[in-house]
């Protein structure tokens, strides 16, 4: 078949295109390495603080990237333009000396998905046993800050990391939302040579529709982990894993099948602790503890602590009840509200309820999850 010469005339100019393309690539070098030479002036201006913490500030962070959001035109998605500059930003920062994060291990769980996303690649992903032991390394110095899960919207709370607030004096510093996306991971040639099925029981419980249906013979064994199961598929003949795409890369396994969650709106939100209260960034989020240590008498109590919310039209995104472990049958709460606790009217309402209060502490007022 002859070609359409007018078509052709009017193609671009490939070799054009790519001496651009390399003209735009060496003007993005050069401008990331600007932006590390200011990002030490930083450093030279605010003296010799000791450490990459001193240097961090999550709030200016987050103004950036909300700056990046508003900005961006396309065509490269919000998502990934946000996960490239979180890289340049913390590539510059690791310049002086990188983060120290740590997170619930081993390596290959979500959290250190979540710790990348968050503060990026550039950065040491400390990986530790318990959520206990991510808050006394961090109250401790040893970590720069910890990332722990809080909930998951199909499993709910996490208690363990809840009631860490209870005694512990770190301060909630950011959040992170990250979307579970289950996969198959092995080094199996097809579905039918698949013995075994290792993953931790939330994963298992996760994809049960889709087991039930592609694999329905399939053993299923729950592991203290998903990076658990992972080393086993690593390791055993016949056996397969559930996790994210993180452990088939730390893992050395093949991505078998992609997305086997049955929710696809299935999506956990950890915290980001550290030593320190943050200043607004213009779009904050606040988590008090409360409790008026006469919480035995039911809805009266809550409606009492809820009432200065109300009062001063502040929004309530989230509320948990634990056990104070004061008395038996005391309990406390745990809120979540949309603002910072020193802006209006979120610092006018606390005011008040602090008043009312038996017990009163603001765990942390933070950025709000971006991206």
């Excluded at 003296?47 to 990237?65: F, H, K, M, Q, T």
């Excluded at 709370?157 to 979307?179: C, Q």
């Amino acid at each position: 078949m002859a070609s359409d010469p007018e078509k052709q005339a009017d193609a671009p100019d490939l070799s054009e295109i790519r001496k651009r393309i390399n003209e735009v690539d060496e003007q993005i070098q050069v401008l990331i390495n600007e932006r590390a030479e200011y990002a030490q002036k930083v450093g030279v201006a605010k003296g010799d603080l000791g450490s990459a913490v001193d240097y961090y500030r999550p709030e200016r962070e987050a103004e950036i990237l909300r700056g990046v959001l508003e900005r961006n035109a396309g065509p490269i998605r919000d998502e990934e333009m946000l996960r490239l500059f979180r890289e340049i930003m913390s590539a510059c920062l690791a310049q002086q000396e990188p983060l120290k994060i740590g997170f619930l291990g081993p390596e290959g769980t979500f959290t250190q998905t979540a710790v990348f996303k968050h503060f990026g690649h550039s950065v040491r992903a400390l990986p530790f046993h318990t959520i206990d032991e991510i808050f006394q390394e961090v109250e401790s110095g040893t970590a720069d800050f910890g990332v722990v899960p809080i909930e998951n919207s199909t499993e709910g709370s996490v208690n363990n990391t809840l009631d860490m607030f209870l005694t512990s004096p770190l301060k909630i510093a950011g959040e992170i939302e990250l979307r579970i996306e289950q996969h198959l991971l092995g080094r199996i040639r097809g579905l039918e040579n698949i013995e075994r099925i290792c993953a931790h029981e939330q994963s298992l419980a996760q994809c049960r529709g889709w087991l039930r249906e592609y694999l329905p013979h399939v053993e299923l064994i729950g592991m203290s982990s998903n990076a658990a199961g992972a080393r086993r598929a690593r390791d055993e003949t016949g056996t397969a894993a559930i996790g994210p795409e993180v452990a088939a890369d730390v893992y050395d396994l093949e991505v078998m099948v992609s997305g086997i969650e049955d929710r696809s709106d299935n999506s956990t939100r950890f915290l980001v602790v550290g030593r320190e209260l943050l200043s607004p960034s213009g779009k904050d989020k606040t988590t008090i503890l409360v409790s008026t240590g006469d919480t035995a008498k039911g809805a009266g109590v809550l409606h009492h602590l809820l009432q200065p919310l109300a009062e001063h039209n502040v929004v309530m995104t989230f509320i948990e009840s634990r056990p104070s472990r004061r008395k038996n049958w005391d309990y406390v709460f745990f809120i979540d509200i949309e603002g910072h606790a020193e802006e209006a009217p979120v610092s006018d309402a606390l005011a008040v309820l602090e008043k009312e209060s038996s017990l009163f502490r603001v765990l942390g007022a933070y950025p709000k999850a971006i991206g």
